[in-house]
């Protein structure tokens, strides 16, 4: 059994920094790569951010040069800098552990002045 359990989320300004964190635990043999997916209201989820175990990171457009992902062990984090109210959603962590993913609950983002 695997749990990833996010936190960091809540209200932020235009322009604002949010930090996001990912805890995994449970039977972890190998994590090959971590990421972070967003769903906003009315849309489908889509790949924010994603680290594999080798070091190699991908973004999706809409959050390169804003957004960093990092991870360590079994964590991963998502800095979020210069934010912007369509970068709100509820942000989820995902896990692929030899071959299967889990996700976590999710964490809602939203900026809004």
């Known amino acids: 059994q695997v749990q990833l359990v996010e936190s960091g989320g809540g209200l932020v300004q235009p322009g604002g920094s949010l930090r996001l964190s990912c805890v995994a635990s449970?039977?972890?043999?190998?994590?090959?790569?971590m990421g972070w997916y967003r769903q906003a209201a009315g849309k489908e989820r889509e790949l924010v951010a994603r680290?594999?175990?080798?070091?190699w990171t991908n973004y999706a457009d809409s959050v390169k040069g804003r957004f960093t992902i990092s991870s360590a062990k079994n964590t991963a984090y998502l800095q979020m800098n210069s934010l912007k109210p369509e970068d709100t959603a509820v942000y989820y962590c995902?896990?692929?552990?030899?071959?299967?993913?889990?996700w976590g609950q999710g964490t809602q983002v939203t900026v809004s002045s």
């Open positions: 995902n896990a692929d552990i030899i071959g299967f993913n889990y």
């Open positions: 449970g039977s972890i043999f190998s994590i090959n790569a």
């Open positions: 680290a594999t175990s080798s070091g």
